[in-house]
DNA sequence: TGTAGACCTTTGTTGGCGCAAATATCCGCA
DNA sequence: TGCGGATATTTGCGCCAACAAAGGTCTACA
């Protein structure tokens, strides 16, 4: 049998091409609300988080995106008026990126639309016990790969003090990011 | 309850952060070999495909990138020697990539790590039934979201005529790419 | 107190990719 | 045969992100 036909080469490929679908479905959506993918994914993870901000190099980690990325992505977004940036008064080297009510607004406002895009090609066809297991399964594999994507969450914070109390969060030991 | 922590917002998140970090799990690997991961995958759906070659133009469709986008991948991977372009006899619009022996052995040389990594990552985690589960839903979510994927393979020419027996298989009536 | 090293963010540079336009070719139809 | 519209590929252009370097700040330790 041929090598390249192994079923371990498929599954990855299935993978990769159902997150490529999927994304393609959710483009038209979030750019007719004049928000790119990563635009939407920073939006989102700032609204999710405490007061909704975060440090410059906790949505780096979160994202995926280098620093600079993030400077990057954030100066568009500021520009735009849907974030702004927040000195840190604990730490004069860092910044913060903080949603604004237009940030917020905009994020709610796509909210609904997005949200019906994934019930209608992702959750939606699936059973609940079948979306169960879809999900463990996956979390299984989240936990191996990515043992530490929880920078600047509660989670993360209430692992090194009583959280949320403060702003400006004590720094942790971060495991080395390779 | 916030409408940012919907279990559907919660479970796309999560398929993300699983391709991402697949992706990343395996980056070392393929480019400890020189290539990229857009170049692997290239060079593995031409070593796929029959005679080893495809037309730029299903190459672009297989992998998601833009026509342009596959001229310069393959501009890369033709100056390093690993694919050709061969003119299409029957069409002289067209030109085929083809891959050279180089390419292969390139291929074969990365490929038991790879699929180790994938392994150990990804398929290696899950017992036989929960691999079977997890990749049916996601053929079912693929069939959704990508319906035509299949550009220059056997099936899709099969479904236009014997195919495999000459090269320039005649054109399919494709299904408008938008 | 003073200093070395780690850390946070930004900026310059480089390479990749999509979009639109240009060129060449094909095909159906009069 | 000749023409118009569709199709295949390439090229020019601009945006986006990673990498590396720089500047400012923090912290541990002597």
Same mark, same amino acid.
């Given at each position: 049998?041929?090598?390249l036909?192994?079923? %371990? &080469?498929t599954?990855? !490929? *299935?993978?990769?091409? +159902?997150?490529?679908?999927?994304?393609? =479905?959710?483009?038209?959506?979030?750019?007719?609300?004049?928000?790119?993918d990563?635009?939407?994914?920073?939006?989102?993870?700032?609204?999710?988080s405490?007061?909704?901000?975060?440090?410059?190099t906790?949505?780096?980690?979160?994202?995926?995106?280098?620093?600079?990325?993030?400077?990057?992505?954030?100066? %568009? &977004?500021?520009?735009? !008026? *849907?974030?702004?940036r +927040?000195?840190?008064?604990?730490?004069? =080297?860092?910044?913060?990126a903080?949603l604004?009510?237009?940030?917020?607004?905009?994020?709610?406002?796509?909210?609904?639309?997005?949200?019906r895009?994934?019930e209608?090609?992702?959750?939606?066809?699936?059973?609940?016990?079948?979306?169960t297991?879809?999900?463990?399964?996956?979390?299984?594999?989240?936990?191996?790969?990515?043992?530490?994507?929880?920078?600047?969450?509660?989670?993360?914070?209430?692992?090194?003090?009583?959280?949320?109390e403060?702003?400006?969060?004590?720094?942790?030991?971060?495991?080395?990011?390779?």
């Open positions: 049998m041929n090598p036909d192994d079923p %371990r &080469l599954a990855m !490929g *299935l993978l990769a091409e +159902v997150h490529a679908g999927l994304i393609a =479905r959710m483009q038209p959506a979030l750019s007719a609300s004049g928000l790119s990563i635009d939407f994914e920073t939006v989102l993870r700032l609204g999710r405490p007061w909704q901000r975060l440090r410059m906790d949505l780096a980690a979160q994202t995926g995106l280098s620093t600079s990325g993030v400077t990057r992505v954030i100066d %568009r &977004l500021e520009r735009d !008026g *849907l974030v702004e +927040v000195a840190c008064s604990s730490d004069r =080297r860092a910044s913060y903080a604004t009510d237009a940030g917020r607004a905009r994020l709610e406002a796509v909210l609904p639309v997005h949200l895009d994934i209608s090609c992702f959750t939606g066809l699936l059973s609940d016990d079948e979306l297991a879809f999900l463990a399964t996956l979390r299984k594999i989240r936990d191996v790969v990515r043992p530490c994507a929880t920078a600047g969450t509660a989670s993360a914070a209430a692992a090194t003090a009583r959280a949320g403060e702003l400006h969060l004590p720094r942790q030991p971060q495991q080395p990011r390779r």
